[in-house]
């Protein structure tokens, strides 16, 4: 997959214009990104947005001393996090946009579409007629969206804080704050790492980081982040961006036997089905477990309803169940009825830990392991059956969670709560920055 990452690079490098002061390959890294990894499939609807801009007149009202704003994403979760940043802060410091709120409106430029056109089809050797025809539109409409938020008056704040600053619109509207000497912050919405095997979509969280900083959740994302070159003034750590009870250690006496299994992204596919054949097998040693799968947003019900469709071999249902997508792990982890989870490439491996509920780790080499909390990695139903049969027979958690909280702390924030500092006046939060010593749990 590192092919599909290298030729988004060389295509946004060819794709580079700058209007205005605006590098629109930086906005539409996005697009570009979908484009070459083929996760967005052409729609000629998307011809129409050349004639069309985006009216952010919307955000001209702020006049507090911070600007937040999120994409219109379709994640419960993302909200959560938006939302609990925010509440660090006075109501009367901040003003708070949803751009779902924000209107397209009818813009059209003769010249705006006559250079989009010349430059994409100057510069986009090697790309289909589509993807072509569909960068046009949206060159042109990003250039439409720049000229109509260039007239008008820039608000009365003193910071801007983007919920993704990588993307789209937010890194249009974090370039306009740029040009005009506002400072800009980008929060993280997952555990950001370096990839060096199989190179994800998700690259672009570090590739197109362009705000002024960057809020991490921990030192684990900043150590990563620097090492690929980022500056370090400007990677700041906030913390784990959720609420979360009292922590207290759960020794459990008795057993629910519903285990809770979250799937990683549709780039590793494959990895998800080897995992759940993995468990289907499982039935024999562990007849009473039932698995219930929180599939990635990216992943479709339909195709796992199939592949679990007869989860024990014997035309039985009850130890597979999808859940639904608007539960959030949150909801799932604090609710107490899982003995254990397993996770495959995803954070929702740290958030089980956080919410005292042990995590295995699902290891079969297509994809980078992040940085680990425990001895909790399997590779196959043997060494699978191995934990549980550490996990079943003890009575306590206490080996499992002991001494993994300056593990959680350096890998995703645990219990740090920096992001008003970060954001008034970009501090640091007093903690031992020195990675803890996982040599023994690490893939």
């Known amino acids: 997959m590192s092919e ?54 919307l955000l001209a009202k702020a006049k507090s001393s ?11 979760d993302y909200y959560e996090i938006w939302n609990y940043v925010q509440q660090k802060f006075d109501n009367e410091r901040i003003d708070s946009y949803d751009l779902k709120d924000t209107r397209v409106v009818f813009s059209f430029s003769i010249r705006n579409l006559l250079s989009s056109t010349i430059h994409i089809l100057k510069r986009g050797k090697g790309l289909s007629l589509s993807d072509k025809l569909a960068l046009i539109a949206e060159y042109c409409f990003i250039r439409n969206t720049i000229d109509m938020l260039e007239k008008q008056s820039l608000p009365a704040i003193n910071k801007y804080v983007a919920f993704c600053g990588i993307h789209y619109l ?25 990839f060096t095997k199989q190179i994800p979509f998700d690259a672009i969280a570090y590739e197109n980081m362009t705000s002024d900083y960057h809020i991490c959740w921990g030192q684990y994302t900043k150590d990563e982040m620097h090492r690929y070159g980022i500056p370090e003034h400007k ?13 207290q250690l759960n020794n459990r006496q008795t057993y629910t036997g519903k285990v809770i299994v979250f799937l990683t992204r549709k780039a590793f596919e ?12 499982l039935n024999t040693s562990y007849p009473d477990i039932s698995f219930f799968i ?9 195709t796992y309803e199939n592949i679990v469709k007869y989860g024990n071999g014997n035309k039985d249902r009850n130890h597979f169940e999808i859940l639904p997508n608007h539960i959030t792990v949150s909801e799932l982890l604090e609710s107490n009825s899982f003995d254990f989870a397993i996770a495959i490439n995803t954070a929702t491996y740290y958030e089980s830990y956080i919410f005292q509920v042990p995590c295995l780790r699902f290891e079969d ?23 549980l049969n550490r996990l079943y027979e003890s009575n306590s958690n206490e080996a499992t969670f002991d001494k993994i909280d300056n593990r959680l702390a350096y890998a995703v924030g645990f219990n740090i709560d920096n992001y008003y500092q970060a954001i008034m006046d970009n501090k640091q939060p007093d903690m031992n920055n020195e990675q803890p010593d996982t040599s023994a749990v690490v893939a």
């Not at 990677?235 to 922590?247: D, M, S």
């Not at 929180?294 to 339909?302: D, M, Q």
């Not at 080499?365 to 934990?387: C, K, M, N, P, R």
């Open 270 to 281: 494959a990895a998800n089905i080897s995992l759940l054949n993995i468990l289907k097998n």
């Open 4 to 57: 599909f990452f290298d030729k988004y690079i060389e295509v946004k490098k060819r794709l580079a214009y700058t209007y205005k002061s605006y590098r629109l390959e930086k906005v539409l890294s996005v697009v570009i990104a979908k484009l070459v990894y083929k996760i967005s499939p052409f729609n000629v609807k998307q011809l129409f947005k050349c004639c069309f801009a985006r009216d952010f007149r």
């Open 365 to 387: 080499g297509s994809f980078d392991q992040s940085v680990g909390i425990a001895d909790d990695l399997f590779t196959d139903l043997s060494t699978l059956t191995e934990h």
């Open 294 to 302: 929180k599939l990635h947003p990216s992943l479709k019900n339909e």
């Open 66 to 76: 911070i600007l937040f704003t999120i994409e219109p994403f379709k994640r419960k």
């Open 170 to 194: 937010e890194n249009l509207i974090t370039q306009y704050f740029i040009k005009n000497q506002i400072p800009t912050y980008s929060l993280q919405h997952g555990v950001t790492y370096v």
């Open 235 to 247: 990677l700041l750590i906030g913390g784990y961006p959720r609420f979360i009870a009292q922590k």
